[in-house]
């Protein structure tokens, strides 16, 4: 069974930064594609950035793209999502997954238990 443990959200102000971070311990690091999906409150779950280890590719969301990165640290086994120039709207629960790598929530098979961000006006 696949654990992945997601944090690093809170509460910023417009126009501010925060990282979130996805360990993903007990197992092999590129056995899976990785990615970043959030849900705001009566919202679906969509997606927001992901990487692929072949072809080694990024993906992103155009309501993010430019202000979103998605990076990995292979000896921590970590995936990582600095947030940058945050919006009001992009307050949602954020949650990382493992998978395919692609950008719709039927390609992962697992999923961290999320981290809430805020974002104030």
């Known amino acids: 069974q696949v654990q992945l443990k997601d944090s690093g959200g809170g509460l910023v102000q417009t126009g501010g930064s925060l990282r979130l971070s996805c360990v993903t311990p007990?197992?092999?690091?590129?056995?899976?594609?990785m990615g970043w999906f959030r849900q705001a409150p009566g919202r679906e779950r969509e997606f927001v950035a992901s990487f692929t280890w072949n072809p080694d590719m990024t993906y992103y969301a155009d309501s993010v793209k430019g202000r979103f990165i998605i990076s990995k640290d292979n000896a921590k086994n970590t995936v990582y999502l600095q947030m940058n120039s945050l919006k009001p709207e992009d307050t949602a629960v954020y949650f990382c997954a493992a998978g395919t790598g692609s950008a719709h929530p039927g390609g992962y098979d697992y999923w961290g238990q999320g981290t809430q961000v805020t974002v104030s006006s």
């Open positions: 007990g197992y092999p690091f590129k056995t899976y594609g």
